[in-house]
C-alpha cells in the first residue's frame, strides 16, 4: 500500500476545504478523531465501480484515498468449498434488513477490497444498443438513458481490455456495434456444451460464446497452459478465486492502482455520512468509523461515492443536513428510489448425457432479448451458469429428488448433479419510484418491493421447457434455489441497480450526465446506482465502462 498522501499539510492541494482536528460526539460517547487528511479524489468502495475508477485515475497523478469498509478477503481452502461459501454464507454480511412487511432478511452483499466482484460469475455483456432507449415491455417502459450506446461504446471496449474479457464478435445477433473485436479469444466449449450449442444452432438459433472476464489462456481444447493464472476449474460463479485468476476489481484494477505511489487503500473504513459546507454545494468532510471503532474524518476535491447501488443511496440519505433535508443531493426525491434487480431464475435441468463439464459458463442464447416468440414485448435472455455440485444439489433438492434419494444409495444426488446442467434465465425488471430502500426513524433499512414486468420471465422459462428434449436434456427443469438467495426473494441484491439515476432533468435525477450530483459540485456516484434502466444483461461492464468514463471527466477537471 502507498504511504502518499499522509502529509495532509501538503500546501500544494487546492480547492477543497480542510476538515479540522475536532472531537464528534455519537451515541453520546465521545469518539477519537484519528485522521484529518485532504485528497485530491477520495473514492468510497473497492468494488467494480470504486475500484476501477481508482485504476483510472491513478495514473494522473492526483491523490487518491480509496476508502472500503471491508477487509482484504481471506485467501484460504473455505474460498472454494460449497459448505462455507454457499451453505453457511461464510462471506457474507449478517447485517439485517427489513422489507415493506418488517420481515427481516439478510442482503446478499460481500463487504471486501474489491466488493461483490470478488464472487461475481464475471460474465461480462455490454447493455444491447435498445437498452439505451424507451422500451415498451408487457409491464410497462423502460425508460431512454440519457446517453446512448455510442457514449459508452469507447468505454466499453476499454473495460474488455482492462477485465480481460473472453468473447467472439458477430455472433450475437443483439450485439451493437463494435470498435474493436474482443481482447481475448472466446473460451472454448467443453463438449457437453458444444453439443448443446450444436444442438441450439440445429434449431435455428443463435447461440453465442458468454463474454466472460477470467485471466485464461488456453490450448486449443481450452485447456489452461502452464503460465495460465486460471486453471478453469468448477468454481467460477459465487466463488471467490483462490488462485486469482478471475478478473475481479481487486485483481485487475485496486492491486495495479496501489503500485501507483499517488493511490492509498484504507480497509475496514465505513463512510456513515458526508458532511457538506453551509451552501450545501460542496461535500466538506467524510466522516468514517474505523475497525476499532473510533472516528476519521477524510476530504477531497472530488468525493466518489461507489458502496453498489443500495449502500450508496444509504448513505446519502443518512447525509441529510440543514441544506439537504431530505438526505444528500436529493432535491428531486429520487434518491433510494427506483431499485431494480432483474427478473431472472437459476435453473437445472438433467441431460440424458454425462456433463463433467468444469467451467459451464461458455454459452448465451439471447434469441429473444428484444422480441418474444409471436409476442409483442422482450423477454430477456438465457446463458449458462457454473456448474452445480452434489452438496448444492442436496442442500435444495427439490421434494422428488430427495425423496428419490432416500431410495437410491447416497450417491444418487452427486448422479444428479453430474448430469444437471446449469441456465441463467434473466428478464427485465422496471423503475418503480416505490421500489425503494429507505431508512426508518431508528436507523434500521427498509427496502421496499414489488416485482415488476415478470410476464416475459415466465414465458421464457416455458419456451426453454419446451426445448429441453430437443438439446438432449430430460423433460422439466428444476430451480437452483440456492444461486444468488432464493429466486425473486428480497434477499437476492446481487444485481442491485438503479437508486442515484443519472438524467438531464434535476428534477427527476439525482445525476447529471457525468454521474455528478446536480446539487452539489464535487460529489459523484459512480456504481451501479446511476443506472436509469437494467435491461436484461449482467450489470457489472456497464458499470465498469461508466466508471472509466467518470474517470477521464474527473481526472480532466482536475487537472486542467
Ligand atoms: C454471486 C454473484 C454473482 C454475480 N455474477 C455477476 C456476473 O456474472 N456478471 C455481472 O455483470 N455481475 C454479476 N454480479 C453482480 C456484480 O458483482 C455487481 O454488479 C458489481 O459488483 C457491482 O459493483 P459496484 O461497484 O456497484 O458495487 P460493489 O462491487 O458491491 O462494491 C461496493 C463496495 O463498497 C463497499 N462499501 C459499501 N458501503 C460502504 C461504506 N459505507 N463505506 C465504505 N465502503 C463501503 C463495499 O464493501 C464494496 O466493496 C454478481 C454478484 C454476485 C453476488
Ligand atoms: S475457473 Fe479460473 S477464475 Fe474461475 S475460480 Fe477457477 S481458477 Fe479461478
Known sequence: MSAAGRDHEDASLSGGVRASVDRVRLDEREERVVADEHYDVAIIGSGAGGGTLAWKLAPSGLRILLLERGDYLPRERDNWDTEAVFLRGKYTTTEKWVDARGDEFTPEQNYYVGGNTKFYGAALFRLRPQDFGEITHHGGISPAWPLGYADFEPWYAEAERVYCVHGAAGEDPTDGPRSSGYPYPPLVHEPRIQRLSDDLTKLGFNPSHLPIGVMLDQDDEGNPVHTSRCVRCDRVDGFPCLVDGKADAQTVCVDPALEQPNVELKTNVRVDRL?????????????????????????????????????????????????????????????????????????????????????????????????????????????????????MVRSKAPHWLTWGAKLAPASSLDLVAHHGVDFWLSSEDLPRPENRVTIEKDQTVRLSLEPTNTEGLKRLRHKFDSMLSDIGMHEGSHERKLYLHEAMDISATAHQAGTVRFGRDPATSVLDTDCKAHDVDNLYVVDSAFFPSIGAVNPTLTIIANALRVGSTIAERLTA
Request: glycine share 10%; aromatic share 6%; net charge negative.
Open 275 to 391: 458532511e457538506t459546507d453551509p451552501s450545501g454545494r460542496q461535500v466538506t468532510a467524510i466522516v468514517a468509523t474505523l475497525g476499532d471503532g473510533s472516528t476519521a474524518r477524510f476530504s477531497a476535491d472530488a468525493v466518489v461515492v461507489s458502496c453498489g447501488a443500495l449502500n450508496s443511496a444509504l448513505l446519502l440519505l443518512r447525509s441529510a443536513n440543514d441544506a439537504h433535508p431530505n438526505g444528500l443531493a436529493n432535491r428531486s426525491d429520487q434518491v433510494g428510489r427506483n431499485y431494480m434487480r432483474h427478473n431472472n431464475v437459476a435453473l437445472m435441468a438433467l441431460s440424458r448425457e454425462p456433463n463433467p463439464t468444469r467451467f459451464q459458463k461458455t454459452l448465451a442464447l439471447n434469441e429473444w432479448y428484444l422480441k418474444g416468440e409471436d409476442w409483442d414485448y422482450p423477454w430477456g435472455g438465457i446463458q449458462m451458469l457454473g456448474k452445480s455440485d452434489g452438496e
